[in-house]
C-alpha cells in the first residue's frame, strides 16, 4: 500500500433515483470521469478529483452526493451501474474497522469550474455558464419528485400533432400536457420528466426521460395550466441500430385525454433575461428548438402587446433536410423584423453540407458587436456533437473582430450568457 496515499477517500456518487440523465454531468467534467450506460450515470473514484466544476449545473442535486469510503472499498463504475438507489453510509464504526482506524477526510473542495488539462483538446464545456441571466425571472425546481415516496403530477394530453413531414422517418410530435388545479409554474429554458408506464428488461421502472419544455411561461394556451413538448420518436441508437426509445415512442402514441405522470419542473440557469433591449441568439439542432420556440414565442407575445422594448433575436437551426426540420412553417411566417432566422441543412441534394457552425461563421459581422455586447445571450441545445463546433465558431468570431477569447470567453459563462444544453 502507498502510505502517502489517504486511506479514506470522499468518493463522489450520483444518486439514481433522483437523476433524470440529462447527460450534464457527464458533459461538464472536464477530466472524464463521469459515464453512463442505458441506466445509469456513474462516477469513476480513480478519475475524479473533487473539481465539484458538474455539481451547479445539475438540475435535480443527484450530483451532490457523497460518501466517506476505504480507498480499497471504493464502489466501482460497475457496480454503481448495477444500483437503483444509494447504499447507506458507512458508520463512524465500520469506516474506521474497515480502513484501520483511519481518519475520515477533510470535506470536498468548494465549487469551482475546472479548465481541461493544458494540452487537451479544447473542452467547450468549460465556458457554458451555470448561472441565468441577472434579470431571468425566479425559477421554481423540483415540486415534484422521482422518489417513491415523493408525489408525482398527473397531466392530461389536450394535444398531440406531428411538426415533421408526414412519411418521412423524421417523426417529430408537438404534445401538450394540461395540469388541471395542480400548480406547476414553468419558465422558457426550463424541462420536465416524464415516468413511462411499465418496467425494463429487469423487471424494473423505467426511470425518467427529460424533455425541455416548447411553450412559453403562460401555456401554449394563454391562461391555462399546460404546457408543450418537443419529441422525436426514436427508432434507432446513435450507431444506427434499430431500437425502439421507451418514452419517445410512448409520448408520440399517446392521445388525446391520455395522462402522463411528470416530475419537475428542472433547470434555473438555461432561462431568458427579462430586461429591456436584452438580445438573444439560438443556436439549435432538430429537438433541440423546444426551448428556443419557448423563448420566441413568449418574445413574440410581448411584441403583440406592446410591452417589451425587443432586442434583436437570432435563430440559427440547423437539421439534415427542411422536411426533418420541426416547425418549419411556422418559423417561416414569423415577421423578418422580429426574428432573424438561419437554416443550415447537411443533407440537401445538390447542396453542400451546411452546419450551425458554418452560418455563425457566414453571419461573423453581425455576431461580433452582439458578442462584445453585455446585453446579448447565447443558448445552445441540440446534439453533444454540434457543441464543440459551436464555441469554436464564437471564438473564431470573436478573434476575427479583435476581441479577446481568454477574456471573453471566461466573462460569457460567470455572465450567464452563453449556455449549452447538448445531450
Sequence with gaps: MDLSEPQVIRQHLIDPEICIRCNTCEATCPVGAITHDSRNYVVD??????????????????????????????????????????????????????AGGAPAPEAAATPQAVSAPEGERFNSAQYGATVPPWSAAHAYTNLYGPKAAEKH??????????????????????????????????????????????????????????????????????????????????????????????????????????????????????LMPNHPRSNIVMICTGTGSAPMRAMTEWRRRLRQSGKF?????????????????????????????????????????????????????????????????PNTFFYVCGLKSMEEGVVLALRDVAQQAGLSWDTLGPALRQGG???????
Design 417 to 423: 450568457r452563453l449556455h449549452l444544453e447538448t445531450y
Design 153 to 270: 403530477v398527473t397531466a392530461t394530453v389536450v394535444g398531440n400533432v406531428r411538426v415533421t413531414e408526414v412519411g418521412r422517418d423524421y417523426d417529430t410530435h408537438h404534445v401538450v400536457l394540461d395540469f388541471g388545479q395542480m400548480p406547476f409554474p414553468v419558465l422558457e429554458g426550463q424541462s420536465i420528466g416524464v415516468l413511462p408506464p411499465g418496467v425494463d428488461a429487469q423487471g424494473r421502472p423505467h426511470h425518467a426521460r427529460q424533455y425541455s419544455i416548447a411553450s412559453p411561461r403562460n401555456g401554449e394556451r394563454p391562461g391555462y395550466n399546460n404546457l408543450s413538448l418537443t419529441i422525436k420518436r426514436v427508432l434507432q441508437d446513435p450507431q444506427g441500430q434499430p431500437v425502439r426509445g421507451v418514452a419517445s415512442n410512448y409520448m408520440c402514441d399517446l392521445q388525446v385525454g391520455d395522462k402522463v405522470q411528470v416530475i419537475g419542473p428542472f433547470g434555473a440557469s438555461f
Design 45 to 98: 473514484a480513480d478519475k475524479c478529483n473533487l473539481c465539484m466544476a458538474c455539481v451547479p449545473p445539475c438540475p435535480t442535486g443527484s450530483i451532490d452526493n457523497w460518501r466517506d469510503m476505504p480507498r480499497q472499498l471504493a464502489y466501482s463504475p460497475e457496480v454503481q451501474l448495477t444500483w437503483d438507489s444509494l447504499p447507506p453510509e458507512l458508520s463512524p464504526e465500520q469506516l474506521a474497522a474497515a
Design 309 to 373: 422594448e425587443g432586442g434583436k433575436l437570432m435563430l440559427f437551426f440547423g437539421a439534415r433536410t427542411p422536411e426533418e426540420l420541426p416547425y418549419f412553417g411556422p418559423l417561416q411566417n414569423l415577421p423578418k423584423d422580429f426574428i432573424d432566422i438561419n437554416f443550415a441543412f447537411s443533407r440537401q441534394p445538390q447542396s453542400p453540407k451546411t452546419y450551425v457552425q458554418d452560418l455563425i461563421r457566414q453571419r461573423a459581422a453581425d455576431l461580433a458587436p452582439l458578442l462584445a455586447d
